[in-house]
């Protein structure tokens, strides 16, 4: 592992070298592309619906202004609340996806968001 570090740090490739047993990369690099492609997704979805509303840039301020920031914070800000209201939030994202299929837009992450927040208001504590 090293030995490609070396190379590839050489060529201008950021690597992350860990101590750690084998399959710890793949685990990292999987865990990742939850929140990576997820977040691209969502984006995706949230700036193709507010073209279709014609407010595109509005949304993009939106999301460029949430992106910002102290992004720890965030993190605990978007936990804590997702569970405290992750019932409405899901009745609220029911009514989004409508909202979208009347744009002409596909729901597919809104849908998937509703089910999320339906199990993490129904999972105890």
Same mark, same amino acid.
């Given at each position: 592992?090293? %030995? ?68 720890? %914070? ?11 209201? %992750? ?18 837009? %596909? ?19």
């Amino acid at each position: 592992a090293k %030995a490609v570090n070396d190379l590839t740090s050489a060529l201008g490739a950021k690597v992350e070298l860990l101590d750690a047993p084998a399959g710890a990369a793949m685990a990292h690099k999987l865990l990742r592309s939850i929140f990576m492609k997820g977040l691209a997704s969502i984006i995706w979805e949230a700036v193709e619906a507010s073209r279709a509303a014609g407010y595109e840039q509005w949304a993009r301020d939106q999301i460029a202004s949430q992106l910002a920031g102290d992004g720890h %914070a965030v993190i605990d800000r978007l936990l804590s609340g997702t569970k405290l209201h %992750a019932k409405r939030r899901s009745q609220e994202m029911t009514d989004t996806a409508s909202y979208l299929e009347s744009l002409g837009v %596909a729901p597919v992450m809104t849908r998937a968001t509703e089910v999320s927040l339906q199990q993490i208001a129904a999972t105890p504590g």
